[in-house]
């Protein structure tokens, strides 16, 4: 006798049938997918019903857990996925300005860049810059450039090649092809 299949929710079903047409791999999928249920436990109620609270407060708690930055990464990736597409709330719900729509402003990024370095304990003066600095680096020591895009939570590969003009030292590396030629 066969077992009966689980059911799926419609909203689950919707958020499958966004990431399938999309063609994004079964692994990504599943972590979308993974980072929505965890995010629902936490929530205690369907996920289409969380406020913009509820994600900081997630976030939080995923920092308070001691969870890798990149584990809090790939969530927040898969939740921005669910909110973005398969519930058409983009417009900044992660980052929320004064207008929801819009991203938060220059002032409103660096109060919460202070705000987290103090609750991370963290002596050091840091800043926005502070990410260029580390995008510099991981570029200076051969991070593939989509590796940072996604590290740094840039939509567009464009807006982390500007950090490219600032790794000089890889720069100095690079040999030309007409070098090349002349030891043929």
Sequence with gaps: MDTPKPRISPLRQRM???????????????GYVRAVRHFTQYL?????????????????????TGTSPISINAAIIGLKFFFDI???????????G???VDPISTRQLN??????????GIDQRVSMHTLRSFATHLLEQKVDIR????????????TTTVY???????????????ETLSSV
Excluded: C
């Excluded at 590796?147 to 464009?158: P, S, T």
């Excluded at 490219?164 to 007409?178: N, Q």
């Design 147 to 158: 590796i940072i895009q996604v590290l740094l939570g840039h939509k567009r590969l464009d």
């Design 98 to 100: 004064m207008n929801p």
């Design 44 to 64: 205690g109620r369907s996920p289409d019903t969380a406020t913009v609270e509820d994600l900081g407060n997630y976030q939080l708690h995923l920092v308070d």
């Design 86 to 96: 398969t519930l058409d709330r983009g417009g900044g719900w992660l980052f929320p």
């Design 16 to 30: 499958l049938d966004d990431m399938r047409l999309r063609r994004l791999s079964l692994k990504t999928q599943s």
């Design 164 to 178: 490219t003009h600032v790794a000089t030292d890889l720069l100095r590396e690079v040999i030309s092809p007409l």
């Design 111 to 120: 109060r919460a860049i202070h705000a987290a370095t103090d609750a991370a």
